[in-house]
Nanobody, 127 residues
Framework: QVPLVESGGGLVQAGGSLRLSCAAS????????MGWFRQVPGKEREFVAVIFWDGSTTYYADFVEGRFAISRDNSKKSAYLQMNNLKAEDTAVYYC????????????????????WGQGTQVTVSS
């Protein structure tokens, strides 16, 4: 088990910024692939960003358009999502997810790739 706890969500005006955090437990955090997803009511959970165990390989959904940055601190067993220039359409519940590393793969954009999920944190962007 790798319990994940997100924090940092909230209400922000369009154009503002938020930094989401995901705290993990367990011994193998440094070997996990960490992803961020988001979901709005009535829609499927969608991929936002991923960071591989090496801490430097990252990948983002097209809609991010350079506004978000994913990072990790293995010493703190934490992953982060810095979100800048937020838009109303970024409003969603944001989830972090973890998966034991299985090499570099495009499957990291799929929810089924991940073994562990947090409870989610609400991000609301007012226009």
């Amino acid at each position: 088990q790798v319990p994940l706890v997100e924090s940092g969500g909230g209400l922000v005006q369009a154009g503002g910024s938020l930094r989401l955090s995901c705290a993990a437990s367990g011994r193998s955090f440094s070997t996990y692939v960490m992803g961020w997803f988001r979901q709005v009511p009535g829609k499927e959970r969608e991929f936002v960003a991923v960071i591989f165990w090496d801490g430097s390989t990252t990948y983002y959904a097209d809609f991010v358009e350079g506004r978000f940055a994913i990072s990790r601190d293995n010493s703190k067993k934490s992953a982060y999502l810095q979100m800048n220039n937020l838009k109303a359409e970024d409003t969603a519940v944001y989830y972090c997810a973890a998966a034991p590393s299985a090499g570099y793969t495009n499957n990291v954009v799929k929810t089924g790739y991940y073994t562990y999920w947090g409870q989610g944190t609400q991000v609301t962007v007012s226009s």
